[in-house]
C-alpha cells in the first residue's frame, strides 16, 4: 500500500527588476513567509524574453516598478503577443492603467505595502489564469446562500442588508425548527441580536440545544454593548459579530467564516478521535508494527513490538538504530533493505534478531514505504513476524531427512535434545526471499562429521515421531492463517486512514484559504484606516524609533509622505523626556498621554498630544508602540491670544481707572486755573503764569480723555476719520514720547480722503508707532510724518492688495535707524494690532542705510479692500530692506 501526502504546488515567478534594491527586497521578503512562490531575478528586459522563449516552467511574469514604462509595455504585450500561458502582474505608480490596458492580469501600486499585497496578487493572477484554461467558456458557479436561523426582527434585519441580503438566507428561528422538527431542510448558522430580550435569547439556545444542531451560534451586538455581551455569552456563542459601520457588507462573509472554523475545529477533533482509535487498533494488533526513518532509526512500535524486542516501555528502543538489534552478519544487509524501501520499493526479508534481554529470533520483516508529508520525512513501515518457531521445526525437519552416514559399529541413536534443535536453528543466520539479497548471506548447513582412524565415530541423526511433526505442521499452518488475517486487517485499516486523512487534509486547505482571506481583507480595512484617519498614527520601537507613520501624522510635521518623515532623522526636541515617555509607554498596560513639541519640517515647532500603549507582538524582542498623535499647535497659539487679550483688558481697564481720577485732578486745577484768571486784580506776570497753567490743564485733559479711550477701545462704533486731525491731535503727545534729541516734523497732505475707523484705534496706533521709531534712532536724529492719498494698481508680496488707500508714514533719519530689527519692537507689535482692527497694512522698510520708513495703509471710507490668498492680507507686517 502506497501513502501520498497532498502538499500545495509552486508557483515560478519570474521578476524583472534592473534594481538591485527592489531585488533585495523582495527576495528578503518572500524566502520565509511565501514558501510556496519561488523566484527568479533578472536585471534586464531582453533576457527575460530570452527566457521565456527558451525555459518553461514559469507561472507568472512580475515587472517591477524600477521597469522603464516603456520597456514595461513592450515586454507585456509581447507576452500576450505569443500567447504565453503565464499570468502577468505589473507594479508601478503613475502608469498602472496602461499596464492593464496592455494586458496585465494584476497591477500592484508601489507603497508602504507592496511587498505584503504582492504575493496575494501574484496568487490571484495565476489563479484567473487557471480558471479561465479549466472553463473558459462556463461563467462562475454562484455560492449558495448561507441558511441562518434569527433571533430578532427579521425584517429590519433584511431592510438593513438590502443589496447583500441574497447573499443569506434568514428565516425566523422557530420557523427552521419547526420545518427541522417536520424533517425539511436545516440551517447553517444561528445568529442572536443581543438587542431581544434575554428571555428570547435564552429560549433561542434552550431550543437550538434540544434540537441538537451542530451548526455555529454568532451573536450580533451593538458597539457600546460590547463589553456585557462578551461577559454574559462567553462559552455560549461561537462569535461575537459587533455592529460597526459597513457591517451589513461584511455580514454574510462573517459568518461563512465563523462556519467555515468551527467546521475545522470539528473536523479537527474527530481526526483526533480517529486517529487515537487507528492508534489504538494497531497497539492490539497481534502483529509487531515497527515505523523506521530512512536511516533506520526506529520512530515508533506497537506494544507487540516492544514485547518482540524485550523492552519494558518505549524509551529503550525509540530514536536508536534498529541494526543495533540485528546480529552482525545481517546489519549490512538490513541496512539495505531499508533504504531500498525507503526510496519507493516493497519488500520482505528474514532477520535473526537477539532482543534486550539476549534472547535470538528469527523474524519475518514486510516493508512498506511511507511517502514524506508536510514538515516530515518519508519512512519506512514494517510488519514483524516472529518465525523461530517455524525455523526450529525446519531445521528438525531437514535433519530427519538428511541419509544416515554409515559407520563400522551401528550404535543405538540417543533421543533428540531441545540443545541440538536450537544449535541448529542458530545456524541459518539469514533465509532471504528478496530476489537482491545473493545466497551467500544464507548460512550453509552443518559439514558432516569426519571420520577416520583415531576418531570416534559420530551418533547418527535422532528419529523424530511422525505425529509430532504434523502437529508442528498444523500449528504452523494454523499461525500463517492467522498472519494473513492479520495483515489484511491492517491493510484495510491504513487504507480508510489514508483516505481520511486525504479528505480531512484537503478540507483543511480549504479552510485555511478562507480564513487566510478574512484575515487578510481585516488587515486591508485596518490598513485603509489608519491611511485615511485625519488624526496621525505611527509606530516605535523599544528604542524610540519611529518605524511606520500614517499620511495625517506626516502632514502634521510638514512632510510630502511618511517616507520622508521616517528618513528624515529623529524630529522630537528633546531626547531625555521622549525616552521617559517611551519607557512609559513600555511599561504601562493601559493607554498614556503626553504633550511634548516636535520640529517641523521647516523648522518650526508642533504642539503634540501623544497617546501611547505597547502593542502585542507574535515574537519576542520585537515589541512595538502605537502612538495616536493630536496636533494642538492651533489650539495652544489661541489659548495665547487669548491670554494676551485677557491682559490688555487687564491693563485698560487699570488704565481707565487711573485716566478717571486724573480727569477729576484736571477739572479741579482748570476751575482753580478759571477763578484766578476771573481777578481783576492780578498782575501781568500772574495773568501769564495762570494762562499757561489753563493751557497744560487744558492737554492734561486731552491726555486723560486719550487714557481714557484707550482703556474702552471696542466700545465706539466705527466713524469717518480725518487722519491729518488725528495726526495733529496727538502731536504734543508723540513729542513727549520720543527722545529730546530726537526731532519731530509734520508733512500733511492739504487734502485727503476719509477712513473708517475708530479715534481712539488709530491714536494707539500713532503713538506705538512714535515710540518704535525712537527706539530705531539710538543716537538721535529726525521722525518725519507725512500723509498722503494712493492708489494701489498692482498687488505684490510685500505691499497691500490693490485698491484706494490713505497712507501714513513716520520716516526716521539717523545713525542705525536701518539695522535695529525694528520688526521686533513692542511699539510695533502693538501698533500691529491696533492696525488690524482699521482692517490697514503696516509696512516696515529701509530706505537707505540710515533711514527707516513705517508705512500704514488705511483702505478709504468709501472703498472696499480686495483680498488674495497669494498677497499680505490686511493687518500683515512686512518689512524689506
Request: charged share 25%.
Amino acid at each position: 500500500m502506497k501513502l501520498v501526502a497532498q502538499t500545495a504546488r509552486r508557483t515560478n515567478v519570474l521578476y524583472v527588476a534592473p534594481e538591485g534594491r527592489e531585488a533585495r527586497l523582495a527576495r528578503g521578503a518572500f524566502d520565509k513567509s511565501h514558501p510556496h512562490l519561488t523566484l527568479e531575478f533578472t536585471n534586464d528586459v531582453n533576457d527575460a524574453r530570452r527566457h521565456l522563449k527558451e525555459n518553461g516552467g514559469i507561472d507568472a511574469l512580475l515587472v517591477g516598478w524600477s521597469v522603464g514604462e516603456t520597456d514595461a509595455l513592450a515586454l507585456i504585450a509581447h507576452v500576450r503577443q505569443q500567447s504565453l500561458p503565464i499570468a502577468v502582474i505589473a507594479a508601478g505608480e503613475d502608469a498602472l492603467e496602461r499596464y492593464a490596458q496592455a494586458g496585465a492580469d494584476e497591477c500592484v501600486a508601489r507603497g508602504a505595502s507592496f511587498l505584503a499585497r504582492l504575493p496575494d496578487a501574484i496568487d490571484g493572477a495565476v489563479a484567473k489564469l487557471q480558471a479561465a484554461a479549466a472553463r473558459p467558456d462556463d461563467a462562475a458557479e454562484a455560492p449558495r446562500p448561507l441558511r441562518v436561523a434569527y433571533v430578532g426582527d427579521v425584517q429590519f434585519l433584511k431592510g438593513s442588508l438590502g443589496a447583500d441580503r441574497t447573499l443569506l438566507h434568514i428565516t425566523p428561528l422557530a420557523q427552521a425548527v419547526a420545518e427541522a422538527d417536520a424533517g425539511r431542510g436545516g440551517v447553517d448558522v444561528v445568529l442572536l441580536d443581543h438587542s431581544a430580550r434575554d428571555a428570547d435569547t435564552g429560549a433561542a439556545l434552550a431550543e437550538v440545544k434540544r434540537v441538537g444542531w451542530a451548526v455555529p451560534v454568532a451573536l450580533l451586538v451593538d458597539p457600546p454593548d460590547e463589553t456585557a455581551a462578551l461577559r454574559n455569552f462567553d462559552g455560549v456563542v461561537d462569535e461575537c459579530l459587533v455592529k460597526t459601520p459597513g457591517w451589513t457588507a461584511r455580514l454574510a462573509r462573517r459568518l461563512s467564516t465563523v462556519r467555515a472554523r468551527v467546521e475545522q475545529a470539528r473536523e479537527l477533533e474527530a481526526l483526533r478521535g480517529k486517529e487515537a482509535r487507528l492508534r489504538a487498533l494497531v497497539d492490539r494488533l497481534p502483529a509487531c508494527v515497527v515505523r523506521l526513518s530512512a536511516d533506520g532509526a526506529v520512530l515508533a512500535m506497537n506494544l507487540v513490538a516492544l514485547e518482540l524486542v524485550g523492552a519494558t516501555e518505549p524509551r529503550q528502543i525509540l530514536r536508536k538504530p534498529f541494526q543495533a538489534l540485528v546480529n552482525p552478519l545481517d546489519i549490512d544487509t538490513c541496512t539495505g533493505f531499508v533504504h531500498r524501501v525507503a526510496g519507493g520499493e516493497q519488500r520482505s526479508i528474514e532477520l535473526s534478531l537477539t532482543t534486550l534481554t539476549g534472547t535470538g529470533r528469527v523474524v519475518e520483516a514486510t516493508a512498506v514505504p511511507v511517502a514524506p508529508e508536510e514538515g516530515r520525512p518519508g519512512s519506512v513501515l514494517m510488519v514483524l513476524r516472529d518465525v523461530t518457531e517455524r525455523k526450529r521445526l525446519e531445521t528438525a525437519l531437514e535433519q530427519t531427512r538428511r541419509p544416515e552416514t554409515p559407520s563400522p559399529e551401528p550404535a543405538a541413536a540417543p533421543a533428540p535434545s531441545s540443545a541440538f534443535i536450537v544449535e541448529h536453528s542458530q545456524a541459518i543466520a539469514l533465509t532471504v526471499t528478496d530476489p537482491a539479497v545473493t545466497p551467500a548471506a544464507v548460512a550453509a548447513p552443518p559439514e558432516p562429521p569426519v571420520s577416520g582412524p583415531g576418531v570416534a565415530p559420530a551418533a547418527a541423526p535422532p528419529a523424530v515421531d511422525p505425529g509430532q511433526l504434523r502437529d508442528m505442521e498444523a500449528a504452523l499452518t494454523r499461525l500463517c492463517g492467522q498472519a494473513r488475517v492479520t495483515f489484511q486487517e491492517l491493510e484495510d485499516a491504513l487504507r480508510e486512514a489514508e483516505a481520511q486523512h486525504d479528505a480531512a487534509l484537503a478540507r483543511q486547505h480549504e479552510i485555511h484559504a478562507q480564513l487566510e482571506a478574512a484575515h487578510r481583507e481585516r488587515w486591508q480595512s485596518y490598513e485603509a484606516f489608519v491611511s485615511g484617519a485625519q488624526l496621525g498614527i505611527f509606530q516605535v520601537d523599544a528604542q524610540g524609533a519611529v518605524v511606520e507613520a500614517n499620511p495625517a501624522f506626516a502632514r502634521a510635521l510638514g512632510y510630502d509622505s511618511p517616507s520622508d518623515l521616517l528618513t528624515a532623522g529623529a524630529p522630537f526636541t528633546d531626547p531625555v523626556a521622549w525616552a521617559g515617555a517611551v519607557e512609559s509607554w513600555s511599561a504601562a498596560t493601559a493607554p498614556v498621554a503626553f504633550e511634548t513639541r516636535w520640529k517641523r519640517k521647516d523648522g518650526a515647532l508642533a504642539v503634540l498630544r501623544l497617546t501611547g500603549q505597547l502593542r502585542h507582538q507574535p515574537e519576542p524582542g520585537d515589541a512595538r508602540i502605537e502612538i495616536v498623535a493630536e496636533n494642538l499647535t492651533a489650539l495652544r497659539a489661541l489659548e495665547a491670544q487669548v491670554r494676551r487679550a485677557r491682559k490688555w483688558e487687564d491693563v485698560a481697564r487699570s488704565t481707565t481707572g487711573i485716566a478717571a481720577d486724573l480727569r477729576g485732578l484736571v477739572d479741579g486745577m482748570s476751575e482753580s486755573a478759571r477763578q484766578v484768571l476771573q481777578d481783576t486784580a492780578l498782575d501781568a506776570t500772574t495773568r501769564q503764569q495762570a494762562a499757561a497753567l489753563e493751557a497744560a490743564v487744558a492737554r492734561a485733559a486731552e491726555l486723560s480723555r486719550q487714557l481714557v479711550a484707550f482703556g474702552r477701545r471696542g466700545v465706539r462704533a466705527p466713524e469717518p476719520l480725518d487722519v491729518n486731525a488725528v495726526v495733529r491731535a496727538v502731536e504734543d503727545l508723540m513729542r513727549r514720547l520720543v527722545d529730546d534729541h530726537i526731532e519731530l516734523s509734520l508733512d500733511l497732505a492739504p487734502s485727503l480722503e476719509l477712513v473708517e475707523g475708530e479715534r481712539a484705534v488709530l491714536e494707539e496706533a500713532l503713538v506705538n508707532l512714535a515710540v518704535a521709531a525712537g527706539d530705531a534712532l539710538p543716537a538721535g536724529g529726525c521722525v518725519r510724518i507725512a500723509t498722503a492719498s494712493v492708489d494701489v494698481s498692482t498687488s505684490t508680496s510685500a505691499g497691500p492688495p490693490a485698491g484706494e488707500y490713505v497712507a501714513l508714514s513716520l520716516i526716521t533719519q539717523g545713525w542705525g535707524a536701518a539695522t535695529r530689527g525694528p520688526e521686533s519692537s513692542a511699539g510695533v507689535t502693538a501698533a500691529q494690532r491696533a492696525i488690524e482692527r482699521l482692517s490697514g497694512v503696516l509696512i516696515v522698510e529701509a530706505v537707505s542705510d540710515e533711514s527707516l520708513a513705517f508705512c500704514v495703509y488705511l483702505p478709504q471710507a468709501s472703498v472696499a479692500i480686495l483680498t488674495d490668498d497669494s498677497h499680505s492680507t490686511a493687518g500683515d507686517v512686512a518689512v524689506r530692506g
